[in-house]
C-alpha cells in the first residue's frame, strides 16, 4: 500500500465498574467459572510452534492452593538455544516490514484485549495473581490496551523526529532496531508489564524472547495468544518460560543478546546487570539495559494535610492488591498533632476491609501470590510483635489454611531508621513514623537519606510553602510523585512510570523515553549535487 497511515490518537481504556448486575460482572463470573474448572496445559512457544515439555511446574491459585489452574512447560535446554536462533533468524523479514504493518499488529492486539478476550484476560489475573475484579480490569485490560496504543503512537512520534536538511542536502534518521534479541524477563505483579516489555521492542522492529514470571505465566499465556490470533509472526516474540537462572544464562551467553527488558526485584536486576558485564566483551553491541525494580514508596503528611483524604490514600495505596504494587504505600511520615485522628481512623476503615477470595466480589484484598511471599511476611509480623521499637496498631495476623493471606497491617516505629521503614516488604503492610510538627524540614531529608529506593511518594498539605519545600527536598526521591494523591495507580499516557537510584533505570515504560532504548539511530546525508573539485576556494 503507498500510503503514510495516521495512526489513531489513543485515548485511556475506560475502567468499567463491575457494579451488581453488570453486564461485565456477569461476563467476569463466567469467565471464573469456566477459566477456574480446568488445568490449563501452557506451553513453551518457539517460531509459532507449541512444545509441552512434560517438565513442568504446577500453578496453584494464590487464594485457595488447594486448586490445580495449570501446568507450566519448561523450557530445555535445546528450546532455549532453538528460541534464540529462531529469533535471530526472524528478525530480518520483521523488520523490513513497514511501521503501518507492524502497528497494525499491536493495535489489533489492544482491539481484541478491549473486547472477546477482555474478562478471560481479567480472569486469569484473577485467579492466577489474586486481583480483585477492578484490580485485575486496571491492570490486565486498560493498562495493557494502552501500552499497546500509546506505545504505536509514541512509535510514529519518534519516526518523525528528523534533523533539518539544507538546501542541496536531505539528511535522515533510520531509526534502526538493535542488532540481536531483546530479553524480556518479567514480574508476576502486573499482567500489563508482562504484554509490554516484549512489545515496546518488537514495534520498532526488534525481536523478543519473553521469559515470564511462572506465577503469572496463565494470564501471560493468554496475552500471548492475543498477539498470535492479532497475526504476530512467528518467532518475533518467543515465549520461553521456565527456570529463570538457567534461562538467564544461557541468553547472556549470547553474542546475538542486544538488550534487556527487565521488572522486578532489586538484587535480581543488579545479578543480571552483573552477568552481562562479565561478558561484555562477548557482545556484538553494547546490550541496553533496562530495568524496573524495586521501591519503598511513601506518603508523607504536613501538618495542614486534609486528614479523610490522607487516609483513604493511605488505605487505597498501601492495601489494595495486596500492597504487591511497585509503588505500593509502605512508609509513611505523620505530625504528632494529626497522629491519633489518623491512627483511630485508620484503624476504624481497616476493620472493614475484607480479605478473602477475589471472586467474592465483596473482598478488597486476595491473598499474596505465593508461599515464598507469604512465610516471608508470617516471620516478619512475628518478629515486629517483640520489637520494643514497634506498635502493631491494626492487622499483624495471616492465615494460610486455605489460600496465603495477610491481614492489613498498621505498623508504628519509634526509629525511623528501623527496618521496616527501609526495606521492601511487598505485601499489606503499612509502616509509619511520627515526627514533631516542628520538624518538618528534617522530616523531609530524613525520607529522602532512609531508603536507597527512589520509585514513587507523595505528598499531602493543604498549605503551599509546604508542598513547594517538599518538592525541592524530595526531587530525587521519587520518580513518579504525587501532590494530594496516593503513590500508586500512574497511568499509561497520563503518569510515565519508573524510578531512579536503586528502583531502576526511569526509562519510564509506556512512553517516548522507553522506546529511544530499543533502537540505533542511522544517520544518512545524501547530496544532490556532489562537490567535483577538492580546492577550497581560500587556497587561491
Ligand atoms: P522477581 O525479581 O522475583 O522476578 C522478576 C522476574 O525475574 C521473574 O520473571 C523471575 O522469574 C525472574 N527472576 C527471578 N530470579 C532471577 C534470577 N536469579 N535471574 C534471572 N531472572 C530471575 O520480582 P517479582 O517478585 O516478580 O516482582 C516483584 C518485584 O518487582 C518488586 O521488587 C517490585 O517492586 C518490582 N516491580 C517494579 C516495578 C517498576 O516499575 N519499578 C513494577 C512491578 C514490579
Not at 456477569?26 to 471464573?32: M, Q
Not at 473482598?363 to 512475628?382: C, P, Q, S, T
Not at 536503586?502 to 519510564?508: E, L, P, Q, R, Y
Amino acid at each position: 500500500m503507498s500510503a503514510i497511515g495516521n495512526i489513531p490518537t489513543p485515548i485511556n481504556e475506560p475502567i468499567l465498574n463491575y457494579a451488581p448486575g453488570s453486564a461485565e460482572r456477569t461476563a467476569l463470573e463466567a469467565a471464573i467459572v469456566e477459566l477456574g474448572s480446568v488445568v490449563t496445559e501452557i506451553p513453551v512457544v518457539i517460531n509459532g510452534v507449541e512444545h509441552f515439555t512434560g517438565q513442568t511446574v504446577k500453578l496453584t491459585s494464590p487464594q485457595r492452593h488447594s486448586h490445580h489452574i495449570a501446568n507450566l512447560h519448561q523450557t530445555t535446554p535445546e528450546l532455549r538455544q532453538a528460541a534464540i536462533d529462531g529469533a535471530v533468524a526472524a528478525q530480518h523479514a520483521w523488520e523490513r516490514w513497514s511501521f503501518a504493518d507492524r502497528a497494525a499488529v499491536f493495535l489489533r492486539a489492544a482491539d481484541l484485549l478491549a473486547g472477546p478476550w477482555r474478562q478471560r484476560v481479567n480472569a486469569a489475573t484473577l485467579l492466577g495473581q489474586s486481583k480483585t475484579a477492578h484490580q485485575a480490569e486496571i491492570d490486565s485490560a486498560c493498562e495493557l490496551i494502552d501500552f499497546w496504543r500509546f506505545n504505536v503512537h509514541y512509535a510514529e512520534r519518534l519516526l518523525h523526529e528528523q534533523p533539518i536538511s539544507v538546501p542541496g542536502v536531505w539528511n535522515r534518521l533510520d531509526w534502526r532496531p538493535l542488532e540481536g534479541f531483546i530479553y524480556a524477563i518479567t514480574p508476576f505483579n502486573f499482567t500489563a508489564i508482562g504484554g509490554n516489555l516484549p512489545t515496546a521492542p518488537a514495534m520498532l522492529g526488534n525481536v523478543a524472547l519473553w521469559k515470564p514470571s511462572t506465577t503469572a505465566a496463565l494470564s501471560n499465556y493468554l496475552v500471548y495468544q492475543i498477539l498470535r490470533e492479532a497475526g504476530m509472526p512467528a518467532g518475533v516474540i518467543q515465549f520461553i518460560p521456565g527456570d529463570s537462572v538457567k534461562t538467564t544464562a544461557t541468553l547472556l551467553d549470547s553474542k546475538h543478546l542486544a538488550g534487556i527488558h527487565f521488572t522486578g526485584s532489586t538484587p535480581v536486576f543488579r545479578s543480571i546487570w552483573q552477568g552481562v558485564a562479565e561478558r561484555l566483551g562477548t557482545y556484538r553491541g553494547y546490550p541496553r539495559l533496562v530495568g524496573e525494580t524495586g521501591g519503598k514508596d511513601f506518603i508523607v503528611a504536613h501538618a495542614s494535610a486534609n486528614v479523610e483524604a490522607l487516609v483513604t490514600n493511605l488505605l487505597r495505596g498501601a492495601f489494595e492488591y495486596q500492597g504487591q504494587k511497585c509503588s505500593a504505600c509502605s512508609r509513611t511520615y505523620i505530625p504528632r498533632s494529626l497522629w491519633p485522628t489518623v491512627k483511630r481512623r485508620m484503624q476504624e476503615e481497616m476493620a472493614q476491609m475484607k480479605v478473602g477470595d477475589p471472586a467474592d466480589f465483596s473482598n478488597y484484598l486476595g491473598a499474596v501470590i505465593d508461599e515464598r511471599a507469604f512465610r516471608k511476611h508470617e516471620a516478619l509480623l512475628k518478629a515486629v510483635q517483640s520489637d520494643p521499637a514497634i506498635t502493631v496498631h491494626a492487622g499483624g495476623t495471616c492465615d494460610d489454611s486455605v489460600g496465603w493471606f495477610v491481614q492489613p497491617t498498621l505498623l508504628e516505629s519509634s526509629d525511623p531508621h528501623h527496618r521496616i521503614m527501609r526495606e521492601e516488604f511487598f505485601g499489606p503492610i503499612l509502616s509509619a513514623y511520627v515526627y514533631e510538627d516542628d520538624q518538618w524540614s528534617e522530616v523531609l531529608t530524613l525520607i529522602d537519606e532512609t531508603a536507597e529506593y527512589a520509585l514513587t511518594g507523595a505528598i499531602f498539605a493543604n498549605e503551599r510553602a509546604a508542598v513547594i519545600e517538599a518538592e525541592e527536598k524530595l526531587r530525587h526521591a521519587a520518580g513518579n510523585y504525587y501532590v494530594n494523591d496516593k503513590c500508586t495507580g500512574a497511568v499509561v499516557g497520563q503518569q510515565p512510570f519508573g524510578g531512579g537510584r536503586a528502583s531502576g533505570t526511569n526509562d519510564k515504560a509506556g512512553s517516548l523515553l522507553n522506546l529511544y532504548r530499543w533502537v540505533s539511530a542511522r544517520t544518512v546525508k545524501e547530496t544532490g549535487n556532489p562537490a567535483t573539485n577538492w580546492r577550497y576556494p581560500f587556497l587561491g
